[in-house]
């Protein structure tokens, strides 16, 4: 199961339903470049960043699932500093080449690091944990070449990450059996909230 894609992230296109403008959006989404230089960025700023563009969820969004130390510290320790510092060097690299050009920041990201042999799976992973809160086990192929470890497995990482996955903000619900809605929430007709 792959998680959905939200507008602007470089996974696909999907109206987002929130109502900001789209320069405020744009901005929002342009995995902090622009708010932090991309060569000076610390790796926890490039994780964010990074994480921005693979989700098209804003910085303030990410951090709000309380997940990003947890998440920053986890993903070396699956596939090793040396892959994960790649990552984030790629993803500077293609942060100052695109900086102030959303559009081809988005394909450089596709092209140069979703499409990569070597770096693609790892940035779709990044994706995937921030959507599902799970770690799904690197492809055998991958694993072959890259070399295999024995934390690499599909797991649930927590029951926060799971309740704070981003799928259920991109699908404005709530995780079942965690972060229920409260009391009287269907007294209503789904959209009339608010409504007098």
Do not use: C
């Not at 995995?31 to 991309?38: A, Q, Y």
Request: glycine share 12%; net charge positive; no cysteine.
């Amino acid at each position: 199961m792959r998680p959905p894609a939200r507008k602007g992230s470089a996974r696909g296109r999907v109206s987002s339903s929130k109502k900001r403008g789209a320069k405020k959006e744009r901005s929002d989404r342009s995995g902090g470049v622009g708010r932090t230089d991309p060569a000076s960025a610390s790796q926890l700023e490039q994780f964010v960043g990074l994480s921005v563009i693979l989700t098209g969820f804003g910085v303030a969004e990410l951090w709000g699932t309380g997940m990003v130390p947890t998440y920053r510290a986890l993903i070396p320790s699956i596939v090793g500093e040396a892959h994960f510092g790649e990552l984030l060097t790629r993803w500077r690299d293609i942060a100052i080449r695109g900086s102030g050009d959303l559009d081809y920041l988005e394909e450089l990201v596709t092209t140069e690091l979703l499409q990569d042999d070597k770096l693609g799976p790892i940035a779709r992973n990044v994706a995937t944990l921030w959507y599902l809160g799970m770690w799904y086990q690197l492809p055998a192929a991958w694993r072959n070449v890259h070399g295999a470890n024995a934390r690499d497995t599909t797991f649930v990482v927590s029951s926060q990450s799971y309740s704070s996955g981003l799928v259920w903000t991109a699908m404005h619900t709530h995780p079942p059996a965690a972060k229920q809605p409260g009391y009287a929430s269907w007294a209503l007709p789904p959209g009339s909230r608010g409504a007098t």
